[in-house]
């Protein structure tokens, strides 16, 4: 049986993420994924701000930050339990210039056209309809603003791949959740799509720690893939899981800097 990338019906995106967020900032990469973004982006002074799919807020804060109190960010997510530790991360930062909004961040009526300067997303549109987020953000760009998001290249990190390998043992074809977005060309493409303007496609690598690789599995059941998997008896994920983690292991003896490393885009344009 072939599996796209997981439905991004609102209400399964939603549990999804409740179910991630208690451990989604763990993850050091995430963080360095998010700050890269914001830091490519640049904000400035007294910028208008939304974080679309904040999650538990990095790059909301990283924002926030560089932009000083001057700065108005919003972050927005469909996940309370993603916005709870969004809002427990704030108050550790001593930041005030953040407001968090529950609500889908591909569509916002609440807002205004050309309410933002700056439109970010650090790797949300994994779990979006790509068209309408960005035409949605098109819509709510000031002229003269910027949208930034990023995406895995396709075909990685690594570790996923050797994933789907082995979900073809348990009957599981598995796409590429990355391939939409996954090279330079589709980026430049689906802003052209959206009514955006591309101005600029960076291709980077972005290293995993060895803790990283310790919640692979989770990671990936709790994914694009969670409803593909959902689908096996308990002792065929017991044994998918075992086969694994198994051959995660036996490859970061042999291939520790490749699985380590994957390569990575931030992808921006404008009105």
Known sequence: MIFVAASNSRYRVETLFDTRATTYSNHSWHVRY??????????TSEMRILDAATGTGLA???????????G???????????????????????LVNIELIRADAAALPQF???SFDLILCS????????NAA?????????PGGLVGFSTMREGFPLAATLFRSHARRYGLTLTDPSAALGTRR???????????????????SLRFA??????AWEAHIRGPHHDAVATLTPTQKQAFQRDYTTALTNLLRTEEDNLLASKVIYAFGGG
């Open 210 to 215: 060895l803790g990283d690789l310790e919640h």
């Open 72 to 94: 108005q960010v919003v972050g927005v997510d469909i996940s309370s339990g993603m916005l709870t530790r969004a809002r427990d991360a704030i108050v550790k930062a001593k």
């Open 34 to 43: 998010a700050e890269r973004l914001v830091e490519l982006a640049a904000p």
């Open 134 to 142: 960005l035409r949605e953000w098109r819509r709510l760009l000031a």
């Open 123 to 130: 790797a949300g549109l994994l779990y979006m309809s790509v």
């Open 60 to 70: 909301a804060i990283a924002a926030a930050r560089a932009t000083g109190p001057a």
């Open 186 to 204: 589709r980026c430049h493409q689906a802003f052209l799509d959206a009514g955006i303007i591309p101005s600029n496609v960076v291709e980077e």
């Open 112 to 114: 205004e056209e050309g």
